[in-house]
């Protein structure tokens, strides 16, 4: 096979540019949707880290701030409190997050009160951040990046190519593979740069990695690697000559928004012109190259659209099947309002038993709790389609219910300094906002939620035609509104007895 550089240019010069302007911004729009996420080279992500840098540069509190939190860090045992985690460790974070993720500090000391209350929770929410981003950033991306080249690789021979071809790959038949590959290839990647000329070598001789997983998913990481070093056998130094002819690519890369119009689409392109090179030069055979249409010319138009062997992802499609189709929109909306009534008839009787009097426990006028309603609207619409699996449904309730209250009391406590529940007192609890026999009560609610009054609720409101149903409904809505724009107005119900503001 004759390797020809003009060619290769040409190809993925036709396939960024010349295909249409539609075709373009496609994939303009892909470039800068991997740029912004972090899944691209560096230097196409300076503009968004830029943000990030002048926030830091121009806000001196920052700086006290990340000393208020590192003081804390060592005056408390958090090693006691959690095991492996060192004071050091917590401060090494900090310091990572006031460099890299300035944006999340400035964010959590809006309110500056609050921050000062709850220096544990702010560097609490920094440490999972923490490691979110680093299995975002080994794990998630990496394979993100695969679904990239998949988009890249069907845009060279279909003439029109939708966005969500990017999760393609991504059927969970296939993902851990495609995630041990993907994390196999970088892993090997990031080694062989420590020897520099190793790293340039393993670089092009792995190069069609990438690619053979966005062909073929389920191929094997020992297969991938071999048929890589086939199809690079004898063209590694002509691959990297080409790069370089490529210069004037990571020239305009240095500028922010004009290399994601232009640099990107061109690289991804080329990227994708190498594999389609080497697959199709008839020197290497093999049963893992598994799509028809990617042996044919490129930009040959023909009836219809291509057929791969790759459908769509159809984890949304199976995920709305699966969703429970026994209930209308009214439905929920009245099971919204049941739920909200009986949350405030639960929290006003319970202090009514307890401290006998009567007070409005809700945060609101009206006699509605807006997260009791919210919490089992959505637990019958998540989880109902789970009801045959008692033991997994109440799992997930809890899980649900958790995440809906700690958030719920953050919210309030973060926007409007209120406190509306502690539970600092009771066993197992999380900073005050939840606790073991809060979720108790909720995941024995949700079970009745989703066993008995869900299907009470639709029946009965069945019993009245669509009309009379969307009639109550809409009243409903508009007096909830009501109810939330005075307190937006006057500020939320507040008083002895239904928590307080914090000073």
Known sequence: MMWNYREIRKRSFDTAFRKGKKSW?????VAFLFSFIGASNES?????DFGDKYIDANDPAISGNVDMLKEY???????KKIPFLTAEHVIAIIDGASKGATWVLKLLAVNF?????????VIAVLIIGAVIASIIKFFILNVIIVGRNRFVMENRFSKKVYIRRIFAPFHKDTIINVTKVMFMYNMVIYLWTFTIVGGI???????AIPYLVAENPNIKWKDAKNLSKQMTKGFKWKMFITSLSYFYIWLLELIPVLGLIFAVPLEMTLDAEYYF?????????????????FSKAPYVEEKGELEYKLQDLSFIRDRIKGISRRYSITDYIFMFFIFCLIGWLWECGYHLF???EFVNRGTLYGPWIPIYGVGGSLIVLLLDRFRDNKLKLLVLIVSLCAVLEYLASFILEFMFNSSYWNYKNEFLNINGRICFAGLAAFAIGGMAGIYILAPAISEFVGRFSKKKQIMVAVLLCIAFLADLVICMIFGFNSGSGVGGNFS
């Open 25 to 29: 911004l496609v994939l303009v729009a």
């Open 44 to 48: 196409q992500t300076m503009f968004i």
């Open 73 to 79: 860090a060592q005056q408390t045992s958090i090693d």
């Open 113 to 121: 009160a609050y921050f000062q209350r709850n220096k544990g929770e």
């Open 201 to 207: 070598y393993k670089y092009y001789q792995y190069a």
């Open 277 to 293: 090179t080497l697959r199709n030069s008839g020197r290497v055979k093999s049963d893992l190259f598994i799509e028809d249409a």
């Open 354 to 356: 307890r401290n006998h």
